[in-house]
């Protein structure tokens, strides 16, 4: 997606550890027409899929998440960090590891959202080592859900996260594709 690969280019910036920084439109401040434009792309992409719901994590991923489930028409389930006391029990648990914070955070959703005969596309912020969708699709395998794919405004390719998706059969949307961080500027697969 030429619009959000520009974007990259303009704000990101590349820190030690082949982490990118894009907190000024996507994970702190958010961008309002880039997240919709990144929502329909998300929509168009997976118009066919028969998607009934989408599954994001917090935080990052909600915002391109909600604008694609307004773009589909479909509602959104993101998956909480920490059960909060209004949750009752009767909750799917996963773990997942975070690269960037190097913790383990204990994702939930309510099973009450998540059904056998839904169809969910999980939308996340980035795809690096992918703890974060694995972690999302364990939820979605508790709940007995079928998984029309995964969308991901950014994939590192070189991380595995991608490599893993594709290796077991499932389909990968990526919006921006990183090939590497050579020189300490992003290169996107395919230049």
Known sequence: MKLLEDRIR?????L???VLKINSFLNHQIDPQLMMAIGEEFAKRFKDAGVTKILTCEASGI????????????????????KPSTLNDAVYWADVFSYTKKVTNKICVEEKFLKSDDNLLIIDDFLAHGEAV???????????SSIAGIGVVVAKAFQGGSQWVTDHDLRLESLANIDNFDDGKVHFVGE
């Open 10 to 14: 303009q704000d990101g910036e590349v």
């Open 16 to 18: 030690p550890g082949n």
């Open 63 to 82: 915002a391109p998440a909600v604008m694609a489930g307004y773009a589909l028409s479909v509602p959104v389930v993101f998956a909480r960090k920490k």
């Open 134 to 144: 694995k972690g999302m699709i364990n939820v979605a395998n508790q709940a007995g």
